[in-house]
């Protein structure tokens, strides 16, 4: 229907050029459409709970300013460009390109708000790291390598990265926080391949060793599977009470100090286990809603017998 309109030579020149994936991925449509869902996943997830943030790595600073854009216009996630000058090849393809308009007048903004290239920088850095705003940082090249913020904890890759490049990136969000034991990769454009085969395997990663890649990624599919059997293994230290509805029963059986130690630590490995699963959109398509909502709830429960026999003992 779009083409329909044009010249044959026309037709021909938008054929060539929507047949390549990069242009694909910062047509406005798709860059909207992944905006809703990081709009939904980083509010469900982590805004108003959490003092965590996150990082979307795009393919181009033209695209940086759309995604900016779209997320300001859907509106509940706050937001702050981070670029490098229009004259410099960040994220550009042909070193001969010319920035767009838009990249232009973005930088001629940020200029006059923040003075000088490293002002700016230093200002948006500065921001993220000690105010509530902004909860996410658009980003093309820069703050991949060298960016230490414990509190940034999902990085959003719309873009190819290879090689040391993607293991510095997805580093960005493993570093350890109060109540964060790991980050999350969310990756838009297939970077990571199929993580159900060994990491040895992706050509995106063939230039490491084994060793450096031990415990770097995680699929999250592989730790939705423990759940049911972490939630079996929390329940079946209450397997002699026959009364679930006893409250009383439950605390007397924690007097048992191994047995105590042992809650904790099954209700902990439950408790993170399920945060996990809630974040992924798979793991709501594949559980039933009830299964859903019975794991939830017994987490409420086992969470206000930890809170009762902490105060009791």
Known sequence: MISEPLTEYQRADFKRKFSRANQLNIADQKIYAICRDIRYHFRDNWQGKTPFKGQLVTQSKEAAIKYKKYLDEIGVV??????????????????????????????????????????????????FKKQPTPEIIIVVDKLLTGFDEPKNTVLYLTRSLKSHTLLQAIDRVNWVYEDKPFGYIIDYYGVLGEL???????????????????????????????????????????????????????????????LLAQFYDKLSAFAGNLKIALSSIQFHKDTPEKRIDKYKEDLGMFLKLRNAVQTRY
Not at 78 to 104: C, F, H, M, Q
Not at 111 to 121: A, F, Q, R
Not at 197 to 208: I, K, R, V
Request: hydrophobic share 30%; net charge negative.
């Open 196 to 258: 159900d085969e060994a990491l040895t395997h992706y050509s995106s990663l063939e230039d490491f060793d084994e060793q450096d890649l031990k415990g770097a990624l995680t699929n999250v599919n592989e730790e939705v599977k423990k759940l049911s059997q972490r939630h079996s293994e929390l329940w079946d230290i209450f397997k002699s009470i026959t009364n679930r509805q006893d409250a009383e029963a439950y605390q007397q059986l924690l007097r048992d100090e191994a």
């Open 78 to 127: 706050s937001t702050e460009v981070l670029i490098s000058p229009p004259d410099d090849r960040e994220g550009e393809e042909s070193a001969y390109a010319e920035s767009s308009e838009s990249v232009k007048q973005f930088w001629n903004k940020m200029m006059v708000e923040h003075g000088t290239p490293k002002k700016y920088e230093k200002n948006i850095i500065n921001r």
